[in-house]
């Protein structure tokens, strides 16, 4: 058993094979021990009723011998020679000089082949036995005829022969039962030999399983709750080189890797936290930086106030200052720093030299220069000047956050004053475009009166040179409604100046403008406005409404018509459709000699709309003003 536990405290796998092995080959040895001494037990049993068989054959053999009963006696004989020559006997015959069982059975049967058989056949076939024989005993009697004749005392009952004959017979009987006996002690000691073994391993298994996987297990099991639980750094004890000391040394180490992890974890949850507050400062600072961007559109930006919240965000022992240049300058016409911070004195220095991607760092601080630029214009940079020393080789003194941060604020500083030039600019435009509005209605309007009113008074002072009166009376009138219209053109002149559509749009614009014709001709006006989803430019609705007015006025000053229809509304292709119809006379064909003001203003607006104009009599009577364009959404 002591070699069977060494050899098994290699693999725990083979300590618990060798144990079923162990368990299994112990139940076969017992089963085929108890089936073979079951069985030689069985034999004996056989053998005891054959030599009991034979000593009650003896006794009747004797008796019908004696009795004279011829037939009877040698049916008994041929019994008994049936029952020694039985197989059970074989062992027997074949036995050693030393086995006691076999030297009484060759006894036994020696003395009945040769001593007593003999004798007993031959009274049987004496003459005294008056009864006929069987064919089998005549055999017999004819072969121990000479036996018979030469045995003393012929015809004599052979009693001492039969006495002898059953001693040795219930000797025989003995032996058969003695065997027997110690047979069937055998079966009782290796039952009992069984048994301890059994009893043995089974202690000994146990005693392995319980040291080799019962206390491992239960190691391991506390070891898996303790670390269940939180304590990471819990080493188990199990020892040896089997499978549960190999999972041991996994457990330690995987809990040793864990708390590794748990401790590096925290380490870092500890970062990441402080990132994200980090973060979440420098995000609300930009939201709120950009928010002021956006709200300060009608005023400046508070770059001071800015400037200090900044560095209240980042904190540390920096300090930043900002310059603002224009794109053609090299001085710096806003240089402030921080509160409570010297400014840098940068005189001598050309801006340019500031602007810069990467910081310049000396031995002792770190330099940062921001540039606060927006496509490809530079408008200034923020300076942040390091005050801690650098331990550590090209380590800079602002962490990453820090430096985003600053980056953002240069772009959102850079997008203030990209909108702030951008408004100057549009500011400009607009007087510009105020501008040439005036200068172009003053060409079209009251510029070409008052041209036409310089002919009329070079006519009437040759008139007077030449002193044709006649013709001067003509020349005064057309002077005087050329004033009169040259009046009439700057009031509308003012009138367009001062015009406005309110948030009511076109439509409230035209409803006014036909409610003015109404009250200052007699013609019924009408408007037809279907262009309510159309999101029309101010642009657009500013020279269709004029373009209306106009044509109106023209209709009701020389149309002589009594009904005026405008329609407004969108064509098939999706252009703008304005049809402007009366049910007067009709335009002249050299309409631009009688009446080329309002034409000339008509033509202009068209031609700024990209549109088409058509003017011509209509078939039934009257003029119609036919004017299309390409709205500018349809464009974009």
Same mark, same amino acid.
């Given at each position: 058993?002591?070699?069977?536990?060494? *050899?098994? /405290?290699? /693999?725990?796998?083979?300590?618990?094979?060798?144990?079923?092995?162990?368990?299994?080959?112990?139940?076969?040895?017992?089963?085929? %021990?108890?089936?073979?001494?079951?069985?030689?037990?069985?034999?004996?049993?056989?053998?005891?009723?054959?030599?009991?068989?034979?000593?009650?054959?003896?006794?009747?053999?004797?008796?019908?011998?004696?009795?004279?009963?011829?037939?009877?006696? &040698?049916?008994?004989?041929?019994?008994?020679?049936?029952?020694?020559?039985?197989?059970?006997?074989?062992?027997?015959?074949?036995?050693?000089?030393?086995?006691?069982?076999?030297?009484?059975?060759?006894?036994?049967?020696?003395?009945?082949? &040769?001593?007593?058989?003999?004798?007993?056949?031959?009274?049987?076939?004496?003459?005294?036995?008056?009864?006929?024989?069987?064919?089998?005993?005549?055999?017999?009697?004819?072969?121990?005829?000479?036996?018979?004749?030469?045995?003393?005392?012929? *015809?004599?009952?052979?009693?001492?022969?039969?006495?002898?004959?059953?001693? $040795?017979?219930?000797?025989?009987?003995?032996?058969?039962?003695?065997?027997?006996?110690?047979?069937?002690?055998?079966?009782?000691?290796?039952?009992?030999?069984?048994?301890?073994?059994?009893?043995?391993?089974?202690?000994?298994?146990?005693?392995? $399983?319980?040291?080799?996987?019962?206390?491992?297990?239960?190691?391991?099991?506390?070891?898996? /709750?303790?670390?269940?639980?939180?304590?990471?750094?819990?080493?188990?004890?199990?020892?040896?080189?089997?499978?549960?000391?190999?999972?041991?040394?996994?457990?330690?180490?995987?809990?040793?890797?864990?708390?590794?992890?748990?401790?590096?974890?925290?380490?870092?949850?500890? #970062?990441?936290?402080?990132?994200?507050?980090?973060?979440?400062?420098?995000?609300?600072?930009?939201? @709120?930086?950009?928010?002021?961007?956006?709200?300060?559109?009608?005023? @400046?930006?508070?770059?001071?106030?800015?400037?200090?919240?900044?560095?209240?965000?980042? *904190?540390?022992?920096?300090?930043?200052?900002?310059?603002?240049?224009?794109?053609?300058?090299?001085?710096?016409?806003? =240089?402030?720093?921080?509160?409570?911070?010297?400014?840098?004195?940068?005189?001598?220095?050309?801006?340019?030299?500031?602007?810069?991607?990467?910081?310049?760092?000396?031995?002792?601080?770190?330099?940062?220069?921001?540039?606060?630029?927006?496509?490809?214009?530079?408008?200034?940079?923020?300076?942040?000047?390091?005050?801690?020393?650098?331990?550590? @080789?090209?380590?800079?003194?602002?962490?990453?956050?820090?430096?985003?941060?600053? #980056?953002?604020?240069?772009?959102?500083?850079?997008?203030?004053? %990209?909108?702030?030039? =951008?408004?100057?600019?549009?500011?400009?435009?607009?007087?510009?475009?105020?501008?040439?509005?005036?200068?172009?209605?003053?060409?079209?309007?009251?510029?070409?009166?008052?041209?036409?009113?310089?002919?009329?008074?070079?006519? $009437?002072?040759?008139?007077?040179?030449?002193?044709?009166?006649?013709?001067?009376?003509?020349?005064?009138?057309?002077?005087? *409604?050329?004033?009169?219209?040259?009046?009439?053109?700057?009031?509308?002149?003012?009138?367009?100046?001062?015009?406005?559509?309110?948030?009511?749009?076109?439509?409230?614009?035209?409803?006014?403008?036909?409610?003015?014709?109404?009250?200052? /001709?007699?013609?019924?006006?009408?408007?037809?406005?279907?262009?309510?989803?159309?999101?029309?430019?101010?642009?657009?609705?500013? =020279?269709?409404?004029?373009?209306?007015? @106009?044509?109106?006025?023209?209709?009701?000053? =020389?149309?002589?018509?009594?009904?005026?229809?405008?329609?407004?509304?969108?064509?098939?292709?999706?252009?703008?459709?304005?049809?402007?119809?009366?049910?007067?006379?009709?335009?002249?064909?050299?309409?631009?000699?009688?009446?080329?003001?309002? $034409?000339?203003?008509?033509?202009?607006?068209?031609?700024?709309?990209?549109?088409?104009?058509?003017?011509?009599?209509?078939?039934?009577?009257?003029?119609?003003?036919?004017?299309?364009?390409?709205?500018?959404?349809?464009?974009?």
């Amino acid at each position: 058993m002591r070699n069977l536990k060494n *050899g098994f /405290s290699s /693999s725990l796998v083979s300590t618990i094979n060798a144990a079923l092995v162990s368990i299994i080959a112990l139940g076969l040895l017992t089963i085929f %021990s108890l089936m073979w001494a079951t069985d030689q037990t069985d034999q004996d049993a056989q053998a005891i009723n054959l030599s009991g068989s034979i000593r009650m054959q003896t006794y009747r053999v004797g008796l019908a011998t004696a009795q004279q009963q011829s037939s009877q006696a &040698e049916q008994y004989m041929q019994q008994l020679d049936e029952i020694w020559q039985n197989p059970l006997f074989i062992h027997q015959r074949r036995g050693s000089d030393t086995d006691l069982l076999s030297q009484d059975f060759m006894r036994a049967e020696r003395h009945w082949r &040769e001593v007593l058989r003999p004798q007993l056949e031959a009274l049987v076939t004496s003459p005294l036995a008056a009864a006929p024989l069987a064919p089998a005993a005549t055999a017999a009697r004819a072969a121990t005829a000479t036996a018979t004749r030469a045995a003393p005392q012929q *015809g004599r009952f052979p009693t001492e022969q039969i006495a002898e004959q059953l001693v $040795l017979t219930e000797k025989l009987v003995n032996g058969f039962q003695q065997a027997a006996e110690s047979k069937i002690r055998l079966l009782r000691i290796i039952q009992l030999a069984a048994l301890f073994l059994t009893i043995a391993l089974g202690a000994v298994i146990f005693n392995l $399983l319980k040291t080799r996987l019962e206390k491992p297990l239960a190691q391991l099991t506390d070891a898996a /709750s303790r670390i269940g639980q939180g304590d990471y750094g819990y080493q188990t004890q199990v020892e040896g080189n089997d499978e549960l000391a190999l999972l041991g040394s996994v457990v330690n180490r995987m809990s040793h890797s864990v708390e590794t992890i748990y401790q590096d974890m925290d380490t870092q949850v500890k #970062r990441r936290t402080q990132e994200l507050h980090n973060n979440n400062i420098a995000l609300e600072f930009l939201f @709120e930086t950009a928010r002021k961007i956006l709200s300060s559109y009608q005023q @400046e930006i508070n770059y001071q106030q800015l400037l200090d919240q900044l560095a209240e965000v980042i *904190g540390g022992d920096i300090r930043l200052e900002l310059c603002l240049f224009t794109e053609q300058g090299d001085r710096p016409y806003m =240089h402030i720093a921080q509160a409570n911070c010297e400014i840098t004195d940068c005189s001598q220095r050309d801006c340019n030299s500031c602007v810069g991607d990467n910081p310049v760092s000396t031995d002792n601080a770190a330099d940062y220069s921001f540039p606060i630029t927006r496509e490809e214009t530079g408008y200034g940079v923020i300076n942040c000047h390091g005050g801690s020393k650098l331990n550590i @080789e090209d380590q800079l003194p602002l962490e990453q956050w820090q430096e985003n941060l600053l #980056r953002s604020v240069a772009d959102q500083f850079a997008l203030a004053l %990209s909108l702030s030039v =951008h408004r100057n600019q549009q500011r400009r435009l607009a007087m510009l475009t105020e501008r040439t509005v005036i200068a172009r209605e003053l060409h079209d309007s009251l510029a070409q009166a008052l041209s036409y009113l310089k002919i009329q008074v070079t006519r $009437l002072q040759k008139s007077i040179d030449t002193e044709a009166f006649s013709q001067q009376q003509p020349i005064v009138d057309e002077l005087r *409604g050329g004033l009169s219209s040259a009046y009439r053109q700057l009031r509308e002149l003012l009138t367009t100046f001062r015009l406005k559509i309110d948030t009511g749009g076109l439509q409230s614009a035209l409803d006014l403008v036909v409610s003015q014709l109404r009250e200052r /001709s007699d013609m019924q006006a009408s408007l037809h406005y279907e262009l309510t989803n159309l999101p029309l430019s101010p642009t657009e609705e500013i =020279h269709l409404l004029q373009i209306i007015r @106009e044509a109106s006025q023209n209709a009701i000053n =020389h149309s002589l018509g009594t009904e005026l229809d405008i329609h407004l509304f969108q064509n098939e292709d999706k252009w703008i459709q304005l049809l402007i119809e009366d049910n007067g006379i009709g335009i002249p064909d050299k309409a631009e000699k009688t009446n080329h003001y309002g $034409l000339a203003i008509i033509q202009e607006r068209s031609r700024h709309l990209d549109g088409t104009l058509e003017i011509a009599c209509r078939p039934e009577g009257g003029t119609r003003v036919a004017f299309s364009f390409q709205p500018s959404f349809l464009r974009a």
